[in-house]
């Protein structure tokens, strides 16, 4: 076997993508628009045209709250479906896209890893179809669009000091985040504060996730609030005029990617919100043709279950219909030993007292997942060449305990076939009845809902605001968005806001930092601690390790 991910995925042998879509799921070729041999994405109207047909079920993969030991949720998620594929069901896995910023940062590519990726991993990582580049490019129209307004007359008495709608691009560059623009005189515009998001943050990329058909794009790309007039008046993207022209490089971008596994399965890659500072996952459109189009679809939601999970459920299925029939939570032994007190130069020790200590993350998730949202549950151990059989039995014995089943899956070695018995515990858990619930209803104040996230989800006391956060929280409930869920931007390594608070810490504040308003995609989001939405380069990127060699190959890919 290779010993790395991209040497893997070129030693698959890949079926043309239009045979993947005619012998595992139906579709014509005129239904495709292909994008060379492996890629395609799904014509609008077809998709449209499967309304009528009968749904599958729904299964979510979340995990434990992320460290820097790795997880592999991605993998575990296409290894499940490949495993599902395996005892002959008729499966479409649904994953985001992976952004720029991280493949050339610290946290490498999203295409999963050793026998469970999805392929081409090359041309998933880099430049997918386009979609990012879209996204970012409609977004910058519309930025574009307000200091030209501005240039030339300012009609709409539009605010400079309240100008909201920042700039974005999809690298990891921290001395974007706070910026000054329009620079060198009156031929330049006005000169005002700004700031860059990363492209995952950008509301265009949530409202392309949300997003039903063309029609509901442009509607919610017209309702985006780019700033306040000097009378405090909400100023919309739609007056002005460019929602049309965003909609436009958006058209193809709405388009689900059809790519397959290297078991040659296939599956839905669309959308790439992090969870981390956005809502963290695929597109609706995505998610609704694939439960259309197979029995089971299997699809992950970013990080950790209270941040990936809970947004899933709270901003995603409550805003389309969407209702997950069972959860997969993800765990490895060394990321449970690390939240168990353990550095991470020790971890490839047994350390059964720490692995046990670490076991308080994986019950709070569980109890999110079973008694605050209803979901039927099992864990899968994602196995590590160093994990002992006494660490594995004492995950089974403390896990069972629980009332939860627990299965060690090897697909990173051995492809789905390695995690057939988790995949028969999905099986059998959808056969269940579940009633997902919401962690808050519509009509709570948006106060209320980030309070109840803090304490149910989190383990919080509660949450601590300055007075200008509380008061911009006030103001948005009294202009009629209270009925909005809220999306919390924080850290993916803790429950708390200190990412160096490992375990299931309780009794924190959450510290909402700034809020802002997602009018289009239909959501607020409170920006909780440190947690930035432009990342910065890590002192040792995987740029540096990223290169072409002679025969023109990409090397140093992960």
Not at 78 to 92: N, P, R, S, V, W
Not at 149 to 178: F, K, P
Not at 518 to 547: H, K, N, Q, W, Y
């Amino acid at each position: 076997m290779p010993d790395n991910d991209i040497d893997i995925a070129r030693a698959a042998h890949l079926h043309r993508i239009t045979d993947i879509a005619r012998q595992r799921l139906g579709i014509d070729d005129e239904h495709l628009v292909p994008y060379g041999h492996h890629k395609a994405k799904l014509a609008l109207p077809f998709i449209a045209s499967l309304a009528a047909r009968p749904r599958g079920r729904l299964v979510l993969v979340t995990a434990i709250s992320p460290t820097p030991a790795g997880e592999g949720k991605t993998t575990t998620t296409i290894g499940l479906g490949d495993a599902m594929a395996q005892i002959g069901k008729k499966t479409l896995i649904a994953l985001r896209e992976p952004s720029l910023g991280p493949v050339f940062g610290l946290k490498g590519g999203a295409t999963g890893g050793g026998r469970a990726q999805v392929a081409p991993m090359e041309d998933i990582n880099l430049h997918f179809n386009g979609d990012f580049h879209a996204i970012a490019s409609a977004h910058n129209l519309l930025a574009a669009a307000i200091d030209n307004h501005i240039h030339h007359g300012n009609a709409l008495d539009l605010d400079l000091r309240r100008i909201s709608w920042r700039r974005v691009m999809d690298m990891n560059d921290r001395a974007l985040r706070q910026t000054t623009i329009a620079l060198g005189g009156p031929g330049a515009g006005f000169p005002r504060q700004d700031g860059f998001d990363i492209v995952a943050a950008s509301e265009v990329m949530a409202i392309l996730c949300l997003s039903e058909s063309l029609a509901d794009l442009k509607q919610r790309l017209a309702r985006i609030v780019v700033a306040e007039t000097r009378s405090r008046r909400p100023v919309l993207a739609a007056e002005l005029g460019v929602h049309g022209a965003m909609a436009v490089l958006l058209k193809d971008a709405l388009a689900p990617n059809l790519v397959q596994t290297l078991e040659n399965n296939p599956a839905l890659v669309h959308g790439g919100p992090f969870a981390n500072i956005a809502h963290g996952c695929n597109s609706v459109l995505a998610t609704r043709a694939a439960l259309h189009l197979a029995d089971y679809v299997v699809t992950e939601a970013g990080f950790g279950a209270d941040l990936g999970a809970e947004k899933f459920i709270d901003i995603k299925c409550r805003a389309s219909g969407l209702r997950p029939a069972a959860a997969v939570l993800v765990a490895t032994v060394r990321a449970l030993k690390f939240h168990g007190g353990v550095e991470l130069a020790d971890l490839g020790r047994e350390d059964l007292p720490a692995l046990q200590r670490g076991m308080a993350n994986l019950e709070r998730h569980l109890h999110n997942l079973r008694e605050v949202f209803g979901l039927p549950c099992v864990v899968a151990i994602n196995h590590f060449a160093g994990d002992t059989e006494a660490e594995h039995a004492l995950l089974r014995q403390h896990i069972g305990g629980l009332g939860v089943a627990v299965h060690t899956a090897r697909h990173y070695t051995e492809g789905g076939r390695g995690a057939t018995a988790l995949a028969q515990e999905v099986v059998r858990l959808c056969e269940q009845v579940a009633e997902p619930r919401l962690a808050y209803a519509d009509g709570e104040t948006l106060w209320d809902k980030i309070n109840l996230l803090a304490t149910r989800i989190y383990g919080a006391a509660g949450v601590r605001a300055a007075p200008a956060v509380r008061a911009r929280i006030e103001a948005l409930q009294a202009a009629g968005h209270g009925h909005l869920p809220v999306c919390v931007a924080k850290t993916q390594y803790s429950f708390s806001t200190d990412a160096k608070l490992r375990g299931a810490p309780s009794g924190h504040l959450l510290d909402v930092r700034e809020v802002r308003l997602a009018a289009g995609a239909g959501f607020v989001v409170m920006i909780c601690g440190e947690i930035m939405t432009m990342p910065g380069l890590p002192r040792s990127p995987a740029a540096e390790r990223i290169d072409l060699d002679e025969a023109g190959e990409i090397v140093g890919l992960s």
